[in-house]
Structure formats: structure tokens, C-alpha cells
């Protein structure tokens, strides 16, 4: 971790942002229908495959005995096999011979989800970094609180895209009480559906100080890349632009609860 953070700090990013909602994975039936698990066959994990220190412990793993696969199976372990070579930093070829693949994905499996974490691990993030910390899927006014009597610099109202628990309340529904609590102390953002304009006016009108744009920005990126994520934002800026008019405003600022009618 120490490692992670101090490549964050090195690259400039501006914050640390602890995603608290995924210290394990929930069930999630369209992926498992689908077979879509990036990670098994190291796609996503470049932050780590990148890092010194894991590969230090990849390189330490103990190599085991791989479990030989059924005649049904083998197509898939070729194509899994091949995935990995292929995500694995180096030679792709060289990749092929190695072992060091097929680790580093069971030594992140390993370390990415951590039921364990609590919130005196704060701390111990505080003591690598003078980055500000935002705690990523407070849904509750207690989680609120807490996070600001352990130090946190934000708050990110959050429900994970609502694939961790089916049925779990809108991040919308959640961001009043937890704006309440919280009471300008520290910034609270929201996420999980942001698509457009109306969508930000109505969450900082429930008390968010910004809201952060999840799927629109990777839908632009997987049409156009660079250029698309920066038609996204254009476009939700002017929408959002465009929203406040219609609303009788001029001006963020004055958004409030007057613009909300609840039913």
C-alpha cells in the first residue's frame, strides 16, 4: 500500500480515494453469466503488475502444482493462459514460459479484497500521505460522522454502480442524510448514476458539493478515447448549463432544495 500511494503521489494525483463498499465482491449474476472476470486473466491490474513491491512478492509465491485441466477445460486454460501472457508486463513470448503470470494474478486475488479493513486503517494511510483521503461508499449518516471524526478530507456517496447488494438504496436517497450529518464539515460528493445535467443539479441540490461521472466518461473513452471522454464532459456541461436556465437559475451556487419537489 505504501508502495501505491507514493506512485500516486509521484504521478500527481490530488487525492487518495479508499473505496470502502468492495472489501469483498458481491454476488453478481450478469458477470458470472456473462464469464466476465478481467481479473482472473490479469486484464486491469496494470497499477499492480507495475509496482516493485508486488512483483517482489509475485516473485516470492511458491509455484505449486497447477491442477490438470479436463478435455472441456483446456480451451478455456489456452485462452486464459494466453490472456495472461499477453496482460503480463515484457515479452509476450518470454510470458508464455513463465510462471510469473499465472502468480501475480493468485497474489492479487490475494490481496485485493480485505474484509479486515476498518477504520483504523485511517490512520495508518495518514502516516504514508499529505494527500487529502476520501472515503469512497458512505451510504450512511453514522459512516458519515465517523468519517469525519477519523479524519477524513471527503466523502463520496456511492452505492458501487448497485452491483454489490441487489436491492440496496439509491446513492440519491442515501446523500441528504449523510450531507446533513456531515454539515459542510468536509466536501460530500455522489456518484452511481450521473448521466446528464438534471442528474447533477438534483444531487447538488440534496446537499453534494460535485458529483463524479462513472460509466459516461468510459463509454466515451471505448468509442473515441481521449477525445470522446472530452465530448462526454462538454456535453454534460452544457446540458447542465443549459438545465440551470430552464430551472430559472444562473448560477451553481444557487442551487438548493428549493428546486426539489418531493412526492
Not at 506512485?7 to 487518495?16: L, Q
Not at 472476470?37 to 508486488?54: K, R, W
Not at 460522522?145 to 441487489?166: E, L, Y
Request: glycine fraction near 12%; include cysteine.
Amino acid at each position: 500500500m505504501r508502495s501505491l500511494v507514493g506512485r500516486a503521489e509521484k504521478a500527481g494525483c490530488e487525492a487518495i480515494v479508499v473505496t470502502v463498499d468492495t472489501t469483498m465482491l458481491g454476488w453478481r449474476p450478469r458477470d458470472l453469466d456473462l464469464g466476465s472476470l478481467p481479473f482472473a486473466i490479469g486484464e486491469g491490474i496494470a497499477q499492480y503488475t507495475s509496482d516493485p513491491v508486488f512483483l517482489s512478492m509475485v516473485a516470492a509465491r511458491p509455484t505449486g502444482v497447477t491442477p490438470k485441466p479436463t478435455v472441456a477445460q483446456v480451451p478455456s486454460v489456452v485462452r486464459a493462459v494466453l490472456a495472461m501472457a499477453r496482460n503480463f508486463p515484457g515479452d509476450f513470448r518470454a510470458n508464455l514460459r513463465s510462471t510469473l503470470p499465472r502468480a501475480a494474478v493468485q497474489t492479487f486475488l490475494d490481496v485485493y479484497s480485505r474484509p479486515s479493513l476498518s477504520w483504523s486503517d485511517l490512520a495508518k494511510l495518514r502516516a504514508m500521505t499529505a494527500l487529502p483521503i476520501v472515503l469512497k461508499g458512505i451510504q450512511h449518516a453514522d459512516d458519515g460522522r465517523r468519517a469525519v471524526d477519523h479524519g477524513a478530507d471527503g466523502v463520496i456517496v456511492s452505492t458501487h454502480g448497485g452491483r454489490q447488494v441487489d436491492g440496496g438504496r439509491a446513492a440519491l436517497d442515501s446523500l441528504p442524510e449523510v450531507a446533513d450529518v456531515i454539515d459542510g464539515r468536509i466536501p460530500v460528493l455522489m456518484d452511481s448514476g450521473v448521466r446528464g445535467g438534471p442528474d447533477i443539479i438534483k444531487a447538488l441540490a440534496l446537499g453534494a458539493s460535485a458529483v463524479c461521472i462513472g460509466r459516461p466518461y468510459a463509454y466515451g473513452l471505448g468509442l473515441a478515447g481521449q477525445q470522446g471522454v472530452s465530448e462526454v464532459i462538454a456535453n454534460i456541461i452544457a446540458e447542465f448549463d443549459l438545465t440551470l436556465g430552464l430551472c430559472g437559475l444562473t448560477g451553481a451556487d444557487q442551487i438548493g432544495p428549493q428546486v426539489m419537489v418531493r412526492r
